[in-house]
């Protein structure tokens, strides 16, 4: 199944509710991130604890959730990845509710999932790059982030 059809109605009813939810700590672009990291993560066919935990710090240490919100976040983005939805939905939410320098960490955020493992695949390696292209992120600054996260993991 191809990632264009995974993703699902992720935003469709979720979304919507969760921006009428005021007391929520979670916003739909926070959800757009936990589940582009998730997608990022099953990519290679095996999304394991490691890749779990890899997001969730993430989602405490970048975008400043608690972690119980952290926990809850990846919970639904696990739950809601298999349904379908076009990728550009979750790239357009983060686009449009993140600066410039809010889409570099998540971009930074995706890498770190990527190489949770060591590891890059070529389908991820593929994903990345059609994320990066969708958030405005070129290229080379993509590629800056990538060895930023490859030498945070010593892999270089």
Do not use: C
């Not at 990022?40 to 919100?69: C, H, M, W, Y």
């Not at 639904?76 to 939805?85: R, T, V």
């Not at 600054?141 to 996260?149: A, F, P, T, Y």
């Amino acid at each position: 199944m191809s990632i264009f059809t995974k993703l699902g109605k992720f935003f469709s009813d979720d979304a919507v509710a969760e921006r009428g939810n005021k007391t929520s700590n979670i916003d739909a672009e926070k959800l757009a991130a936990a589940a582009l990291m998730v997608e990022v993560a099953v990519q290679d066919g095996n999304f394991d604890d490691l890749e779990r935990k890899t997001i969730e710090k993430s989602l405490i240490e970048k975008l400043g959730l608690s972690p119980d919100d952290a926990k809850e976040l990846l919970i639904k983005a696990e739950d809601k990845q298999s349904q379908s939805i076009q990728i550009l939905s979750f790239t357009r939410d983060i686009k449009n509710h993140f600066d410039d320098e809010g889409r570099v960490r998540i971009m930074e955020m995706l890498w770190d999932v990527v190489f949770a493992d060591g590891e890059e695949d070529d389908y991820e390696s593929n994903l990345m790059r059609r994320i990066a292209g969708l958030l405005y992120v070129s290229d080379r600054q993509s590629g800056q982030i990538r060895k930023k996260v490859m030498q945070a993991k010593n892999l270089l």
